[in-house]
């Protein structure tokens, strides 16, 4: 099993910045892809950004140049750097873990991208 816990979500104007936390626990041998999803108000859960235990990242075309994925192995914790965030980057963000071809999600964080 793995748990994951999301932090960092809040209110921020445009063009403002917010940075995620995503900190794993649990059984984490195995692990094979870990990344960050957001659902929006009537919108379908969607891919921000993936990355690697090798370090290889992917992003949703949305998000490139302004978001940046990242992992601190030691802590266990994944990161998301949101800059020049647009009201359409308002979501519920929700953290993912691949082990086994089982997908682990965390409970979600909001963040609102309003003046």
């Known amino acids: 099993q793995v748990q994951l816990v999301e932090s960092g979500g809040g209110l921020v104007q445009p063009g403002g910045s917010l940075r995620l936390s995503c900190a794993a626990s649990?059984?984490?041998?195995?692990?094979?892809?870990m990344g960050w999803y957001r659902q929006g108000p009537g919108s379908q859960r969607e891919l921000v950004a993936t990355?690697?235990?090798?370090?290889?990242?992917n992003y949703a075309d949305s998000v490139k140049g302004r978001f940046a994925i990242s992992g601190d192995n030691p802590k266990n914790t994944m990161y998301l750097q949101m800059n020049s965030l647009k009201p359409e980057d308002t979501a519920i963000y929700y953290c993912?873990?691949?082990?086994?071809?089982?997908?682990?999600w965390g409970q979600g964080t909001q963040v609102t991208v309003s003046s």
């Open positions: 993912n873990v691949v082990k086994y071809r089982i997908q682990y």
């Open positions: 990355i690697t235990p090798g370090g290889s990242t």
């Open positions: 649990g059984s984490l041998f195995g692990i094979t892809s």
